[in-house]
């Protein structure tokens, strides 16, 4: 199957800095990329959706400005945590579609922020 | 929008005996379903989906499901579990394949005990 990897696998950062999560589609183009949220013991909540080289569209209450989304290629998007705070401290997973991949997305191994 | 119930936060079942994990949905137009397994501090692998043809869906690992359009029902059955099969499972779903973002059940926990 497809492969999306993340990294990093996990991020302790200090409260007010700005951490960067990379999702990468490794074997196929990914013209779609999703970020979700993850609290523990608890489902995943859909942040935002990202097309290669558009805007990504949040979900409401998601704040744009404090997440940023990057999608600047067909192999990598980028979130980024701005001003970090402790409530921010989650588990980041990403997934990713195309059309060579069947309509299915694929996961990445998510990413767990402590923010201190 | 469309919307997502698993019933059972927790299912206890002994290694080798059959398990089902509910799984309903809301909708109002066609839906595409899928299930995925998560395994501790990892993400999401896909065990199968259902798009369209058949509504008996055979995924990896000895699992199945069943798409039922009239009770608005996904549910995810394996015949015999393993310890290995302790995991999280997550039934999502989608309306809109050219979005494609999926909505996500709130998971079942299955316990397999020796």
């Known amino acids: 199957g497809a492969v999306v990897s993340q990294h990093p696998s996990r991020v302790i950062c200090k409260s007010g800095t700005s951490v960067k999560i990379e999702c990468r589609s490794l074997?196929?183009?990914?013209?779609?990329m999703f970020w979700y949220r993850q609290f523990p013991k608890k489902s995943l909540m859909l942040m935002a959706t990202s097309n290669e080289g558009s805007k990504a569209t949040y979900e409401q209450g998601v704040e744009k400005d404090k997440f940023l989304i990057n999608h600047a290629s067909l192999t990598l998007s980028t979130l980024t945590v701005t001003s970090a705070h402790p409530e921010d401290s989650s588990f980041y997973i990403c997934?990713?579609?195309?059309?060579?991949?069947?309509?299915?997305?694929?996961f990445g191994p998510g990413t767990r922020l402590l923010v201190l | 929008a469309q919307s997502v119930t698993q019933l059972d936060s927790q299912v206890p079942v002994f290694e080798e005996a059959p398990v089902e994990l509910r799984c309903n949905y809301s909708?109002?137009?066609?839906?595409?379903l899928f299930w995925y397994v998560q395994y501790p501090n990892q993400g999401l692998q896909l065990l199968l989906k259902y798009l369209s043809g058949s509504t008996l869906v055979k995924g990896i690992n000895g699992f199945e499901a069943e798409f039922n359009k009239s009770q608005t029902s996904f549910h995810l059955r394996k015949p015999s579990v393993h310890i290995s099969d302790t995991a999280e499972y997550f039934c999502a779903v989608t309306t809109d394949m050219g979005r494609r973002a999926l909505t996500f059940g709130s998971g079942t926990r299955l316990q397999v005990q020796p």
């Open positions: 074997d196929f183009q990914a013209t779609t």
């Open positions: 909708s109002s137009v066609s839906v595409y």
């Open positions: 997934s990713a579609t195309g059309t060579s991949v069947q309509e299915t997305q694929y």
